[in-house]
């Protein structure tokens, strides 16, 4: 009757660690996605040109040994400062840094370590596939709340704690769904204060933050991250806006 009751318990136990990973597609794309990079130049977008510019028809910003950059620095999109929106786009880089999307955030011009820095929300981008290290968790870029929330978790922010609602992805199915030294597609869904990420096609992050600490309406920003020399590139950038 023991080895009976056991066996239950672990059917169910598996039976819930199997529903909590059960995948969450992407909706399709919206009517009305508005195309923010040409493909052809940096028109409406400000940054440093001498680390960003287009090469065969994508973004590519780069630092090198003999090009650092002096703090983390961005290319930031000059077309609005959106607060409720949808930005698709795809992206690709090297393992010896990290990049990121800034979203909802300010552009800082007084006592910054460059022309281009912002802080708020930065949705990770990394070329690792490894647990917590990898690309669409959510970043406090200089708001001293660091990694907000992780690949994988469904979770509320409830004053001064997370609290990890369910779970979206396991490792074995992240190492799977992200693309190595390839394109990878994300979708970033902020509405009030409510934000999930999705990584080629599947819902991977959904983060509702505290009433008193979501951030408002901000730019978008593409990162180069300072220290080792690298390279990121982003195409298909669109958004579409909502009230």
């Known amino acids: 009757m023991k080895s009976l009751w056991l066996s239950s318990l672990f059917s169910l136990s598996c039976s819930m660690v199997f529903a909590q990973a059960t995948p969450t597609p992407a909706l ?20 440093d040109s001498t680390m960003w510019s287009v090469v065969d028809g994508v973004i590519h910003g780069e630092t090198t040994d003999e090009n650092k950059a002096k703090g983390n ?4 999109w000059q077309g609005a400062k959106p607060k409720n929106f949808e930005l698709r786009l795809s992206f690709r880089c090297t393992a010896t840094n990290n990049s990121g999307i800034q979203y909802r955030s300010k552009h800082i011009t007084e006592d910054a370590s460059n022309a281009w820095v912002v802080r708020g929300y930065q949705h990770e981008i990394r070329n690792e596939n490894k647990f917590p290290n990898v690309s669409s968790f959510i970043y ?14 469904k979770a509320t922010q409830e004053s001064d704690q997370k609290k990890i609602i369910d779970e979206l ?18 979708v ?24 008193d600490m979501v951030l408002g309406e901000g730019v978008i920003a593409l990162q180069l991250h300072a220290g080792s020399p690298m390279w990121a590139e982003f195409k298909n950038v669109r958004i579409k806006q909502y009230e």
């Open 169 to 186: 992805i396991t490792q074995d199915e992240f190492t799977e769904l992200m693309k190595i030294d390839d394109w990878n597609d994300v």
């Open 73 to 76: 620095t961005f290319l930031i």
């Open 28 to 47: 399709p794309e919206p009517e009305g996605m508005e195309q923010i990079f040409n493909g052809e130049d940096l028109k409406g977008w400000n940054g």
């Open 140 to 153: 406090g870029e200089g708001l001293g709340r660091n990694r907000i929330c992780l690949v994988g978790e």
């Open 188 to 211: 970033i869904i902020a509405k009030d204060n409510h934000i999930q990420h999705y990584l080629n096609g599947r819902l991977i992050l959904d983060f509702t933050d505290h009433p």
